[in-house]
């Protein structure tokens, strides 16, 4: 008798040691799964040479032919706004912001330091950047110079 009460209780202990286990599995599961979901609400995305193009943005926040310096085609979002300097860059910058519906806000003015986004105006969705190489030997940017001039510079968003 004493011994299928022993065995009860070997028993008992087993089944209740898987239980837990399962639970802690399960618990460690669910926070690496809300780790993943909340990584993925915050991915930091870099803006690549490819989205730039010959020429200037205008004091209004239109595009204007000129070969002088290279500026983004498209608007990107001012979600989480950074941009980063090489360490010996050639170039100089500005931002141009604008609201929800494409219409210019403002510009900051020519930068030639990291922008931490502190600074960007309150009704602004998207920006658009516009670099301005200081160094360039025939001061006209070239196909060639293109992603040189925008490698120097890096964008980067939250998605």
């Known amino acids: 008798m004493a011994n299928n009460t022993l065995r009860a209780h070997r028993r008992a202990d087993t089944i209740k040691w898987v239980v837990i286990f399962l639970v802690v599995l399960g618990l460690v599961g669910a926070v690496i799964g809300l780790a993943v979901q909340l990584d993925r609400r915050t991915t930091i995305e870099t803006v690549g040479g490819e989205a730039y193009s010959i020429g200037l943005i205008d004091e209004d926040g239109t595009n204007k032919d000129g070969d002088t310096a290279i500026y983004l085609r498209k608007g990107i979002s001012v ?81």
Do not use: W
């Open 79 to 159: 979600n989480g706004l950074r941009c980063s300097l090489a360490e010996d860059a050639k170039i100089e910058y500005r931002i141009f912001f604008y609201d929800k519906d494409g219409k210019f806000i403002s510009a900051s003015e020519t930068l030639t330091s990291d922008y931490d986004g502190k600074d960007i105006p309150a009704l602004a969705k998207t920006a658009r950047i516009q670099i301005t190489p200081t160094e360039d030997e025939d001061g006209k940017v070239s196909l060639v110079e293109v992603l040189g001039y925008a490698n120097q510079l890096t964008v980067t968003v939250a998605r």
